[in-house]
């Protein structure tokens, strides 16, 4: 089951089931299932909280992911703050829409096995996204 929630912030507007479906074809191309995932949409400050409190990190960022993996299954926690995606937007010129979904995806692609921090990853991780960004297309 995959769960949208809100603290601090108004629930963004994306088409819940639509999102759903994607995010399984997302993980399916991976070889995997989706089991219990919730998604968490909260401010700057919420985002920084958190990233103290649970990784020891004094900086504000997008998308914080708790793995909490079974063997193909795909379970985790993943807090997305819709500040820091509203001004990723305006900062890489991109649509709102378009960066909350990269964002969205982005910590599924964790919950894959995808990473983002060493060498060559970013990369990796960025091409792993425009081909599910991609495959969101073909679904709509």
Known sequence: MITYNSDGVAMPKFPK?????????????????????????????????????????????DIITFDYDEGDTINGDIVISVDTVRSNAEKFQKAYDDELHRVIIHGILHLCGINDKGPGEREIMEANEDNALALLATMK
């Open 17 to 61: 089931r639509a999102t759903s479906k994607w995010i399984r074809a997302v993980a399916a191309t991976f070889g995997r299932k989706v089991g219990e995932v919730g998604y968490m949409f909260v401010n700057d400050e919420i985002i920084l909280k958190t990233n103290r409190e649970y990784l020891g990190h004094d900086y504000y960022t």
